[in-house]
């Protein structure tokens, strides 16, 4: 029987790939980012708590 749903992308699927990838590697850093801004401003609340 045939595949029921939309068509495999067999025509552009390295540039697809490649957009796939970009958009995972986005997130990944933007992740990354984002837990270095929240460990620099925990750090910087403990020190100031630290102070008092």
Do not use: F, V, Y
């Not at 958009?23 to 708590?49: D, F, G, V, Y």
């Amino acid at each position: 029987m045939a595949k029921k749903g939309h068509d495999k992308n067999t025509k552009n699927k390295a540039k697809h790939a490649k957009l796939m990838a970009r958009n995972k590697n986005k997130k990944r850093t933007e992740e990354i980012l984002r837990k270095e801004r929240l460990k620099a401003i925990i750090q910087k609340a403990t020190s100031q708590n630290n102070d008092d």
